[in-house]
């Protein structure tokens, strides 16, 4: 079907969907100031988050308000690098498993634990009305933290870069 006919539209909690008989794809996306972030499945719902690394940010103060007491204790005592790593990877893996439940971070993050560790993939158990495992993959690099959530996700998905510069630029010398 043509892009411009695949009915799109927005659930009770802002989450954009496939409706109608394409609705057998679920996607979900992701930007931040350099990345985009996209994923499509066939094999059941989908949640992504990226953000870039700043090595000038400090996220001190937004700890408590993501992780559980535990976790914020851990996190809290670790040297600013490595503190914000892991918070940034926690951050977008705990976004990522709340956009593939559903509801963004209308769930409250403290409500389920993502591991903090290098990349991997995980099984992660949310305990809401909506209770679910879903399978968490790290996608993070030295430049961002990324990561996919989602039901039936294969151990390593399909990653395609895309570099939107070069394909305009390739697009416009090809017009000529």
């Given at each position: 079907?043509?892009?411009?006919?695949?009915?799109?539209?927005?659930?009770?909690?802002?989450?954009?969907?496939?409706?109608?008989?394409?609705?057998?794809?679920?996607?979900?996306?992701?930007?931040?100031?350099?990345?985009?972030?996209?994923?499509?499945?066939?094999?059941?719902?989908?949640?992504?988050?990226?953000?870039?690394?700043?090595?000038?940010?400090?996220?001190?103060?937004?700890?408590?308000?993501?992780?559980?007491?535990?976790?914020?204790?851990?996190?809290?005592?670790?040297?600013k690098s490595v503190?914000?790593?892991?918070?940034?990877?926690?951050?977008?893996?705990?976004?990522?498993?709340?956009?593939?439940?559903?509801?963004?971070?209308?769930?409250?993050?403290?409500?389920?634990q993502v591991p903090?560790?290098?990349?991997?993939?995980?099984?992660?158990?949310?305990?809401?009305?909506?209770?679910?495992?879903?399978?968490?993959?790290?996608?993070?690099?030295?430049?961002?933290?990324?990561?996919?959530?989602?039901?039936?996700?294969?151990?390593?998905?399909?990653?395609?870069?895309?570099?939107?510069?070069?394909?305009?630029?390739?697009?416009?010398?090809?017009?000529?």
């Open positions: 079907m043509a892009a411009e006919a695949v009915p799109i539209v927005v659930g009770a909690h802002g989450r954009p969907f496939v409706a109608g008989r394409a609705a057998e794809i679920d996607f979900n996306l992701s930007h931040s100031r350099r990345t985009g972030l996209i994923a499509i499945s066939k094999a059941g719902t989908v949640g992504v988050d990226v953000e870039d690394r700043d090595a000038r940010a400090d996220y001190s103060e937004m700890i408590d308000t993501i992780f559980e007491q535990h976790e914020a204790a851990c996190l809290h005592r670790l040297e503190r914000n790593d892991l918070f940034l990877r926690g951050w977008t893996r705990k976004e990522a498993v709340a956009k593939a439940v559903g509801t963004g971070f209308l769930l409250d993050p403290k409500l389920f903090l560790d290098d990349g991997g993939s995980w099984s992660v158990s949310v305990r809401s009305p909506m209770s679910r495992r879903l399978a968490l993959i790290d996608l993070s690099s030295d430049a961002r933290a990324a990561a996919v959530a989602g039901v039936a996700l294969p151990t390593r998905p399909r990653v395609r870069r895309f570099h939107f510069a070069q394909t305009l630029r390739s697009r416009a010398a090809s017009t000529r």
